[in-house]
T-cell receptor
């Protein structure tokens, strides 16, 4: 299994600013995933981050809005840029591990944009 | 396109009752299926993972079944307790062309409330 921590756990931000979310995993993993959960909705994959290469973004998400860094095999950051109230969500970091690709999630970062 | 549906959206039961949560998916070409629990404002906790070749998995009071041909999975919770109150999410991992694993597709979840 994997233990995943995220910082900050929550934040309230002004419109037009940016927030960087950090994700730390207790073991080395090839791929890290970033999800968004909007109020009352299920999880949507934003992007997949591989160490040493550019992140792969899902349809509807772009690098300029959600830049991702992956400097090593245990750490990643997601930045939410030029925020608007529509970006208010829970952002979750995730990894898959083991031969059966079991998915594990961090505790999430609750973002409110005013 | 894979779609995952969970019924019911919400469920309230008295403590001690056995209950079943349902998950259906539209494309049977899956790599595996995973059930999660999410407490309010928190991340997801993995409960059970079923490989596409398996029919069921058990962990304590939880039992998950998979019928790939009909596109269905159920999560059975025995002797429910107030501490089981949470949202339960079903997620299907697609199988890509060539048999490799794809990304997880989530349902919207079932919000369970167990009354003392």
């Amino acid at each position: 299994s994997a233990v995943i921590s995220q910082k900050p756990s929550r934040d309230i931000c002004q419109r037009g600013t940016s927030l960087t979310i950090q994700c730390q995993v207790d073991s080395q993993v090839t791929m890290m995933f970033w999800y968004r959960q909007q109020p009352g909705q299920s999880l949507t994959l934003i992007a997949t981050a591989n160490q040493g290469s550019e992140a792969t973004y899902e349809s509807g998400f772009v690098i300029d809005k959600f830049p991702i860094s992956r400097p090593n095999l245990t750490f990643s950051t997601l930045t939410v840029s030029n925020m608007s109230p529509e970006d208010s969500s829970i952002y979750l970091c995730s990894v898959s591990m083991g031969q059966h690709y079991e998915q594990y999630f961090g505790p999430g970062t609750r973002l409110t944009v005013t | 396109k894979q779609e995952v549906t969970q019924i019911p959206a919400a469920l309230s039961v008295p403590e001690g009752e056995n209950l079943v949560l349902n998950c259906s998916f539209t494309d049977s070409a899956i790599y595996n299926l995973q059930w999660f629990r999410q407490d309010p404002g928190k991340g997801l906790t993995s409960l059970l993972l079923i490989q596409s070749s398996q029919r069921e998995q058990t962990s304590g009071r939880l039992n998950a079944s998979l019928d790939k041909s009909s596109g269905r999975s159920t999560l059975y919770i025995a002797a429910s307790q107030p501490g089981d109150s949470a949202t339960y999410l079903c997620a299907v991992r697609r199988m890509n062309y060539g048999g490799s694993q794809g990304n997880l597709i989530f349902g919207k979840g079932t919000k369970l409330s167990v009354k003392p």
